[in-house]
């Protein structure tokens, strides 16, 4: 009996589980399979929601912007007084013309110079005296920037005219004369006295073609039957379009994504037919059931494989391996014998004690080393500031204003007490901010009251921790390289966006050129921008690349200074518990 048990035929375990397992893939192939080709789908058609979504805003961006620059453009010759004075001017005909020479024609030439796209800038004067100047025929595509001086008589009999000046309209989009036919868009803006009795000196109305404030297109393609509308929301009216929409489709066979324009009655709307979401579905149905079919048959024969080969030793290793590709180095794996298993194992630990140490180690050089730089660019900054304090004191001295040089030595003193702040690298908003009103006192005592100040910082960001010393070379760059008239304004604004904070020290000085400008942000500074080059490195030291500063600046306009720094991180937790 005990021989007929030994010798009856038997099935392996490693065999009789081998069964449910194929059989267990294969309703987990099909029902990945199936969820995977619902999720692509559905991912597929979010994914061109998103794109249109994104390309949509882009364009409502691009016109928004397109539209502010004709606006300023506008405001430009609302607030020149030259050009109000020359508007009023009356003289015989050669003075007539210089003065439109001088002072008409160099303001309207000059910002159609600048600006990127084609515009029609027409001036509508009240003045019988100014000289008509005519450009291309307006009832013409534009081709160019072309300005023209037309007196208000040519079009005060127009029903557009008489309904913007009997409605008392001002500062306002519309579509007027051959502006719907051509595919066109004005803006419209009248033209004030500077005297003060705000009489109407003429009317300036700026016309663009709407594929160039809507811009690129090939984010949307039309020929697969998405349409891009621009609409008038108060009348409801179509004002431009892109594409076609078939009026007679089912309710339903579009999605319409629309984007209204700030500052405007008008909005961007898409639509997106749902045959173009859903176009790759059936390719994608294909493409999973071939993958699943040949992952079930991959798993089979794994399956087998590990059904012969697999043990106890093997599976402690896997294990082993698995947590090291999680990066875990701490566990270790001991095995008993003298085989290939054994010296795997070992080889494994040894590893693991060494990439331990490696890692410990470069973690370390690199905090030490970090240290250091931000060390070195610390200790930078104040010798900076000290160098052209001292160098203010002694001019005073020299000419005996021992008061001044008294109340300056006094806020030396009060500034380099908040500077060293006991050694501490980290200081609280509140600080720094009061570090900076010591710095404009010192100022104060040098420039009396030629500068204003006016600080606007979120009371609830005053405790958040940064780094000193952010703040006054910025402010000290303003007094060095912006001031260029007998006074200037400065004023400094914080506020917190999410785990965020804002920092912005703006100036209506002289600003800078757009070259410089670029120089600037591509870290190609000029000579005299040391702090602001020190600020950024220690910026990116201690926070990362994510934070750091922006600068915009307007040529005669003045310069913005923006800085991101965050909240709270690791780092800052640990000095203060360290301090």
């Known amino acids: 009996m005990i021989r007929l048990l030994y010798s009856k035929k038997y099935m392996p375990f490693t065999y009789k589980t081998l069964i449910p397992y194929l059989a267990l893939m294969l309703l987990t192939d099909i029902l990945v399979g199936y969820i995977s080709y619902t999720m692509l789908v559905q991912s597929r058609t979010d994914m061109a929601e998103t794109n249109i979504r994104t390309s949509l805003q882009q364009t409502r961006n691009n016109i928004e912007y397109q539209m502010e620059e004709i606006t300023r453009l506008a405001n430009a010759l609302f607030l020149n007084v030259t050009f109000q004075n020359a508007l009023q001017f009356h003289g015989d005909l050669r003075e007539n013309m210089l003065k439109m020479r001088d002072d008409v024609v160099p ?271 610390q200790a930078q900054v104040n010798p900076h500031f000290l160098y052209n304090t001292l160098s203010t004191i002694g001019s005073l001295a020299n000419i005996g204003e021992t008061e001044k040089v008294t109340q300056m030595v006094q806020g030396l003193s009060r500034f380099y007490r908040l500077t060293l702040n006991e050694g501490q690298v980290y200081i609280p908003l509140e600080k720094e901010v009061e570090q900076v009103k010591t710095y404009l006192e010192i100022q104060r005592v040098k420039y009396a009251d030629a500068f204003q100040v006016y600080i606007d910082i979120d009371p609830d960001i005053m405790d958040v921790v940064v780094i000193k010393l952010i703040l006054q070379p910025f402010v000290e760059n303003i007094f060095k390289h912006a001031w260029f008239g007998e006074s200037i304004a400065i004023r400094i604004t914080g506020r917190r966006l999410g785990d965020r904070i804002e920092l912005r020290i703006i100036d209506n000085g002289i600003g800078m050129r757009p070259d410089t400008l670029r120089q600037m942000r591509s870290s190609l500074t000029p000579n005299g921008s040391y702090g602001l080059r020190n600020v950024e490195e220690r910026i990116k030291l201690r926070y990362g690349g994510d934070f750091g500063i922006h600068i915009g600046s307007y040529y005669g306009a003045g310069t913005t200074v923006q800085l991101i720094l965050p909240v709270d991180n690791a780092e800052i937790r640990e000095d203060k518990g360290v301090q």
């Open 107 to 377: 303001y309207m030439k000059a910002p159609l110079q600048l600006y990127g796209n084609k515009l029609r800038l027409v001036l509508y004067a009240v003045n019988d005296a100014m000289l008509d100047i005519t450009g291309d025929d307006m009832k013409l595509p534009i081709g160019k920037s072309d300005y023209y001086v037309l007196s208000d008589d040519s079009v005060e009999n127009t029903e557009w005219f008489r309904s913007i000046v009997s409605s008392n309209m001002d500062n306002l989009w519309l579509q007027i004369d051959t502006d719907r036919e051509l595919g066109n868009i004005s803006y419209f803006r009248k033209l004030f006295a500077s005297n003060g009795d705000q009489s109407v000196i003429g009317y300036v109305r700026i016309t663009a073609r709407f594929d160039e404030l809507l811009g690129n297109f090939d984010a949307f393609p039309i020929e697969q039957g998405i349409a891009l509308r621009l609409m008038d929301q108060q009348s409801g009216t179509s004002l431009y379009e892109r594409g076609t929409v078939n009026e007679r489709a089912r309710e339903g066979s579009y999605l319409i994504i629309g984007e209204k324009i700030p500052g405007s009655n008008y909005s961007i709307e898409t639509w997106v037919p749902r045959a173009y979401l859903n176009k790759d579905a059936s390719r994608m149905q294909q493409v999973i059931s071939a993958v699943c079919f040949i992952s079930f048959l991959v798993m089979a024969l794994i399956g087998f494989l590990v059904a012969r080969l697999s043990g106890k030793k093997m599976k402690r290793i896997v294990a082993l391996i698995q947590s090291f590709q999680e990066g875990n180095f701490y566990k270790r794996i001991g095995l008993k014998g003298n085989d290939e298993f054994v010296y795997i194992a070992t080889a494994f630990n040894q590893m693991a004690q060494s990439i331990q140490e490696l890692i410990r180690d470069v973690y370390e050089q690199g905090i030490q080393k970090k240290q250091a730089e931000l060390d070195v660019l």
